[in-house]
């Protein structure tokens, strides 16, 4: 097992976190991380999943009277 090195502040808000939800401060952490990995992996295909509706806006230039005219 590795140690990590964080604040008496962060390892407070842990162990507070942690007694609220009756588990050990290790267990939180290992949720926290599944959850952080579950959202990357929702917004990696969130973002595949729009490419093909992404345009080039790029050179496009509303005209007020053209539109009107429409």
């Not at 407070?12 to 926290?32: C, G, K, V, W």
């Not at 806006?57 to 429409?70: C, V």
């Given at each position: 097992?590795?140690?990590?090195?964080?604040?008496?502040?962060?390892?407070?808000?842990?162990?507070?976190?942690?007694?609220?939800?009756?588990?050990?401060?290790?267990?939180?952490?290992?949720?926290?991380?599944?959850?952080?990995?579950?959202?990357?992996?929702?917004?990696?295909?969130?973002?595949?999943?729009?490419?093909?509706?992404?345009k080039d806006?790029?050179?496009?230039?509303?005209?007020?009277?053209?539109?009107?005219?429409?």
């Open positions: 097992m590795q140690t990590l090195q964080i604040s008496d502040q962060a390892a407070n808000h842990l162990h507070d976190m942690a007694q609220q939800e009756h588990i050990t401060s290790a267990e939180l952490l290992e949720r926290l991380i599944e959850k952080h990995r579950n959202e990357q992996v929702k917004q990696r295909e969130l973002k595949e999943f729009f490419v093909p509706y992404q806006m790029g050179g496009f230039k509303f005209d007020r009277e053209d539109a009107n005219a429409r």
